[in-house]
T-cell receptor
């Protein structure tokens, strides 16, 4: 089946740790996105990538990093510089100018 | 700056009543417009989309939306709400000239009274 797979579904991070969230797609879409969702704030764009080996900062990129070495994969690293990382993270893909397709999300909690 | 406004954080309607969720956006040209629905702890599902043509678009689950250029609005409607429609609804706008950037509103939580 075609789709977007995010893993893990739940992730716990200790203070000062870096963690990496996985996003894999087999839709053959060029564009991939990472959004952060907090209650009452909608989805805020962290990073997006239109093509392999290229990506742009979104509105809240500080404390996050990404890579796009393969078309299918767009991992997000939440670094220790992100002071409030507890949130629901959503990965999305699309083909230019079309609707976005979403993964099922990863809930990250700082413990 | 690109922005999408959903002015209603929460809306409560009785089952069988009609529904309208509001969405306004800031943009000069005609953007690509979307409505998504999200159940708790899940990803987002596309309800409908507008790219061009007829300004009244039909979506899944009996939803429709109307694009009004003069008001920069894209309101979502349903004539008769079902209890299963209770969820959070997001309006989104695609800005092709900003690298295909998708901007979302803050969402509207719909509660349905039986």
């Amino acid at each position: 089946d075609g789709g977007i797979t995010q893993s893990p579904k739940y992730l716990f991070r200790k203070e000062g740790q870096n963690v990496t969230l996985s996003c894999e797609q087999n839709l053959n879409h060029d564009a991939m996105y990472w959004y952060r969702q907090d209650p009452g704030q909608g989805l805020r764009l962290i990073y997006y990538s239109q093509i392999v080996n290229d990506f742009q900062k979104g509105d809240i990129a500080e404390g996050y990093s990404v890579s796009r070495e393969k078309k299918e994969s767009f991992p997000l690293t939440v670094t220790s510089a992100q002071k409030n990382p507890t949130a629901f993270y959503l990965c999305a893909t699309n083909r230019g100018g079309t609707e976005a397709f979403f993964g099922q999300g990863t809930r990250l909690t700082v413990v | 700056a690109q922005s999408v406004t959903q002015p209603d954080i929460h809306i409560t309607v009785s089952e069988g009543a009609s529904l309208e969720l509001r969405c306004n956006y800031s943009y000069g040209a005609t953007p690509y417009l979307f409505w998504y629905v999200q159940s708790p702890g899940q990803g987002l599902q596309l309800l409908l989309k507008y790219f061009s043509g007829d300004t009244l678009v039909q979506g899944i689950k009996g939803f429709e939306a109307e694009f009004k250029r003069s008001q920069s609005s894209f309101n979502l409607r349903k004539p008769s709400v079902h209890w299963s429609d209770a969820a959070e609804y997001f309006c989104a706008v695609g800005y092709l000239e900003y690298g295909n950037k998708l901007v979302f509103g803050a969402g509207t939580i719909l509660r349905v009274k039986s």
